[in-house]
């Protein structure tokens, strides 16, 4: 005879078991798509407006930009228009009045490659309302014939600033000995007026856009007020903080974060082009790890198989640093790749967005959103794609992914291929 109280307790339990599992992966929402007469979307930006999370704002290559009223549920579309042109490398950010600006990378005479002056500066575009539409954009940088290339923004709260860092090319993917690649900084308080770009790098690299060019300039601000970056060159992620009470006379401290292993580019199967550049952030919480810094990026020290996501952190203002603890939890011998981290200064827990191959034996990749609670020491994994998907190799994916959290809402973005076109996705995940 059947024990009915067990039956209807294994029900139970598979029923919750179910419901468990149907809950692990949050909702999708697909931003941008792939349509006829424009640009492919990829390489995108995200951001929270932390003084109300209903607010929010996503941007991809090369024109693309989206509002959400409901924190990432819906999305009105349209294409960014600039005087100085629109060419992709977008980035979100908002200052603390909830004013969102989107950096880009120009193309003022509108011809790409055609055109000598494409990437003559960095441009910022304030949004007027928000929802609204975009100023006509001001310019950074310009410094012809020398080319302005993947720049990325902070907002100071301490300082009431703006800050910007790209990585100046004296002529984009030459291969001259003498041609040079230099991190370069910029501040304001209004996004019109820029101070003069400060040389923040001590060591230049070269000009090919390889692990032996200096990039991955994620600006973040130390509590004390001092603007700080990493960057990635020669297999070494080199940080600098920056006091610039004088913006004329800044006292630039350069350290080593990581040395050795940490190569930017690599080859990922499938894609024509993948990277591993660091990204920066530090805790602003009231937490216990208020003024940790972190940086998170990727690289192959464990060989071509296997690619991993990593991050270190120091509690001395970048003085000395942690050994590279590794995120991804699976084991060796799988691809990770395409890192971006946040920090939500409401809790200071840390979250990092990364594509993930761990569980095929083919191309197919999953996203996967890790999270730390506990200063970077131990992260928690989990699939948050609905679906995985395959790319092509002749398929431009762009450069990186993003994330943005504010007060427990966590909105990732990401690129996906399916059925032969690009799309943004992002999910909807709530602390």
Known sequence: ????????????????????????????????????????????????????????????????VAVSSDSGKTWE?????????????????????????????????????????????????????????????????????KDQD????????????????????????????????NILYSTSKNGKRWTDPVDISTIPGNCIDNSGTNEGAVPSVLINGDACVAWSLDGNIHFASIADRDPKNPIVTETIAVKGEANWTFDIPGLGRANGMPITVV???????????????????????DTDVWVVRSEDNGQTWSAPIRVNDDSQG????????????????????????????????????ATSKDEGLTWENRVISESPFTPEEGIF?????????????????????????????TALIQE
């Open 1 to 64: 005879m059947v024990n009915k109280a067990l039956l209807i307790g294994l029900v139970s339990t598979l029923l919750f078991s179910f419901d468990a599992i149907s809950q692990v992966v949050p909702q999708n929402v697909m931003i941008f798509e792939e349509s006829e007469g424009s640009y492919p979307p990829c390489e995108p930006s995200i951001w929270i407006d932390p003084s109300d999370p209903s607010k929010v704002v996503a941007a991809a290559v090369l024109d693309h």
């Open 150 to 181: 993947k720049e990325w923004a902070v907002w100071d709260p301490i300082n009431q600033r703006l800050i910007v860092t790209w990585t100046q090319f004296d002529a984009y993917g030459s291969k001259a000995e003498n041609c040079e690649s």
């Open 283 to 305: 805790d602003h919480s009231d937490g216990p790890h208020r003024g940790s810094i972190y940086i998170n990026w990727a690289d192959q020290r464990n060989g071509e198989d």
């Open 397 to 425: 994916f762009g450069d990186y992914n993003n994330i943005s959290a504010a007060n427990g809402v966590i909105r990732p973005i990401w690129t996906r291929y399916e059925n032969g076109k690009l799309s943004v996705w």
């Open 334 to 369: 799988s691809h990770q790749f395409f890192t971006w981290m946040a920090i939500d200064q409401s809790t200071g827990y840390l979250y990092t967005v990364f594509y993930d191959r761990r569980h095929y034996n083919n191309e197919q990749t999953d996203v996967v959103l």
């Open 77 to 145: 579309r349209s294409n960014l228009t600039s005087r100085f042109g629109v060419y992709g490398d977008p980035c979100i950010i908002s200052d603390e009045k909830g004013r969102f600006y989107y950096f880009h990378l120009s193309d003022p005479e509108g011809k790409g490659w055609a055109s000598n002056a494409l990437l003559d500066r960095i441009v910022v575009q304030r949004m007027k309302r928000f929802g609204k539409r975009w100023n006509k954009g001001w310019s950074i940088g310009l410094e012809a014939p």
